[in-house]
T-cell receptor, first 116, second 112 residues
Framework: SQTIHQWPATLVQPVGSPLSLECTVE??????LYWYRQAAGRGLQLLFY??????ISSEVPQNLSASRPQDRQFILSSKKLLLSDSGFYLC???????????????FGNGTRLTVT | AQSVTQLDSQVPVFEEAPVELRCNYS??????LFWYVQYPNQGLQLLLK??????LVKGINGFEAEFNKSQTSFHLRKPSVHISDTAEYFC??????????FGSGTRLQVQP
């Protein structure tokens, strides 16, 4: 069966420090991968998605970047964190074989990032 | 543009009472609709989805939702809630090739 791993679960970082959040998927090939951010009391905002190695689409301009160095690895990064980067970051995948438009998202357990 | 509106940010309800969480969407094309549940400090789990066919969709944990095209709604219902149903519930929609759009969430608080 497919599983998705996200780490770390929680992270406290000072303003101006770098960031690297990692997400890996097991049990599937060539998944579509997504990074979402959930701010307190708000819905989910799509940050990046990827349909293949090295292919990244950005949904909103921001202080963050994403990379996909391997088929089942998706990394969210920042060179210098801002206070506004605090939030709950969720990685997700869909199975492109099933038709990406109606395939549900499968989420990781998230990373709670607090920028101080 | 595609949007999803969850009309209630919080819904308090007593245990064993029925509950309805409201969701409306806007789209000029056919949509796929989803409900997800999020327990504290966890990711989202799929409750149910509407792709086509029967407008009444049954999901996990006794939840169901009804797709109403004329009212552009996809309300989530459960006839009798449990304490363990306390969580945040998100409605989401995807139209065609567009990315999945989420509502702002509804916090269901089940009281004993």
């Amino acid at each position: 069966s497919q599983t998705i791993h996200q780490w770390p679960a929680t992270l406290v970082q000072p303003v101006g420090s770098p960031l690297s959040l990692e997400c890996t998927v097991e049990g599937t090939s060539n998944p579509n991968l997504y990074w979402y951010r959930q701010a307190a009391g708000r819905g989910l905002q799509l940050l990046f998605y990827s349909v293949g190695i090295g292919q990244i689409s950005s949904e909103v301009p921001q202080n963050l970047s994403a990379s996909r160095p391997q088929d089942r690895q998706f990394i969210l990064s920042s060179k210098k964190l801002l206070l506004s980067d605090s939030g709950f970051y969720l990685c997700a995948w869909t199975d492109p074989q099933g038709g990406s438009y109606n395939s549900p998202l499968h989420f990781g357990n998230g990373t709670r990032l607090t920028v101080t | 543009a595609q949007s999803v509106t969850q009309l209630d940010s919080q819904v308090p309800v007593f245990e064993e009472a029925p509950v309805e969480l409201r969701c409306n969407y806007s789209s000029s094309v056919s949509v796929y609709l989803f409900w997800y549940v999020q327990y504290p400090n966890q990711g989202l789990q799929l409750l149910l989805k509407y792709l086509s066919g029967s407008t009444l969709v049954k999901g996990i944990n006794g939840f169901e939702a009804e797709f109403n095209k004329s009212q552009t709604s996809f309300h989530l219902r459960k006839p009798s809630v449990h304490i363990s149903d306390t969580a945040e519930y998100f409605c989401a929609a995807r139209a065609g090739r567009r990315a999945l759009t989420f509502g702002s969430g509804t916090r269901l608080q089940v009281q004993p």
